[in-house]
C-alpha cells in the first residue's frame, strides 16, 4: 500500500485543516491506520489511530478532543480533522498502516511518502 498526505498549510492558532491520506494499491480496508508527525529538531511521534472497520479511535493526550481521525473505506482515504491548532503542533504529518491497533508500532517497510506540513502562527 502506497500512502500520500496532503492538506497541510499555514494556519494561525485556534484554526483548523483537514488532512487526508490517500491509499493506493490492495487491502488498505485490512489495515489498522495511523497519523504520525514530526516536529523540527525532534523525533516523530505517534498522533491518532483508527482500527480497520473505522470504528475504534486513539489519541495522543495532547490532540484528544482537538483532533479526529476518520477513514472512508470505499474511497480508501484516511482523514485527521485538526481543530483548535495550536502552535505546538507545528509538523510534518504522516500517515502509516499500524500492525497493532491501539499501539504506535508501524510496519518496517512502510513507505512514510513526503508528508505534508502544517505550521500554525501564534
Known amino acids: 500500500v502506497q500512502l500520500q498526505a496532503c492538506g497541510g498549510g499555514l494556519v494561525q492558532a485556534g484554526g483548523s485543516l483537514r488532512l487526508s491520506c490517500a491509499a493506493s494499491?490492495?487491502?488498505?480496508?485490512?489495515?489498522?491506520m495511523g497519523w504520525f508527525r514530526q516536529a523540527p529538531g525532534k523525533e516523530r511521534e505517534f498522533v491518532a489511530g483508527?482500527?480497520?472497520?473505522?470504528?475504534?479511535?486513539y489519541y495522543l493526550d495532547s490532540v484528544k478532543g482537538r483532533f479526529t481521525i476518520s477513514r472512508d473505506n470505499a474511497k480508501d482515504i484516511l482523514y485527521l480533522q485538526m481543530n483548535s491548532l495550536r502552535p505546538e503542533d507545528t509538523a510534518v504529518y504522516y500517515c502509516?498502516?499500524?500492525?497493532?491497533?491501539?499501539?504506535?508500532?508501524?510496519?518496517?517497510?512502510?513507505?512514510w511518502g513526503q508528508g505534508t506540513l502544517v505550521t500554525v502562527s501564534s
Open positions: 502509516a498502516r499500524l500492525r497493532h491497533y491501539g499501539t504506535s508500532q508501524t510496519f518496517q517497510d512502510e513507505s
Open positions: 494499491g490492495r487491502n488498505f480496508n485490512y489495515y489498522d
Open positions: 483508527i482500527n480497520w472497520t473505522g470504528e475504534l479511535t
